[in-house]
């Protein structure tokens, strides 16, 4: 078993960590999958989730049982992979991490748009999105944002059930993405 519910945590995290990256990549590998090209061309710099104006959450685990039990949990580098270690947190985050999911927000004008939400596939159904959506939208809230919005693809039913579960509903499509056959835009009242 990877990690129970209790043993996942949520942090604030910089966009431009290496192991943040690493994560990132991996996002972007599945959207490419799902979609073709990069995935998501949409324009995100490190800057976009620096409070006061954003913020990106990882969630993670500090369980040993979750690298042994599924060492794909992160992306590895392939000093890691040869020796066969789940990925931690680069040098000076906090070690013994193991990232399983993330997402950041930033500011759209009164609203927080939700940017960059992934779950490593072998964290899926474990409550990780739902944790860091939470993170989300308590810090967006925090610093005076009304809702939160967010775009998402056709291709990703899987978040839209989340979103529609937690109380996201449709909007006019906005943002990079509007107006392009697929794309779904959703937001909350915060």
Known sequence: MLVGVEEIK????????????RLIAEAMAELSRRYGGTGDDTPVAATDFAPPGGAF??????????AEAAPGVTSRSAADSAAGVASRSAAGSRGGEVL?????????????????????PAARGRGVARRVLTAIEDSARERGCKRV????????????????????ERIEDFGYYAGEEGVRSFARVL
């Open 10 to 21: 949520v942090r604030e995290a910089r966009f431009d960590e290496p192991a943040v990256q």
């Open 57 to 66: 959450f990882v969630a993670y685990t500090d369980s040993p049982l979750a």
């Open 100 to 120: 399983l999911g993330c997402a950041g927000w930033r500011a759209h004008g009164e609203d927080a748009e939700l940017k960059r939400m992934f779950t490593t």
């Open 149 to 168: 919005i967010l775009e998402t693809g056709d291709k990703q039913p899987e978040a839209i059930a989340l979103y529609i579960k937690c109380g996201y």
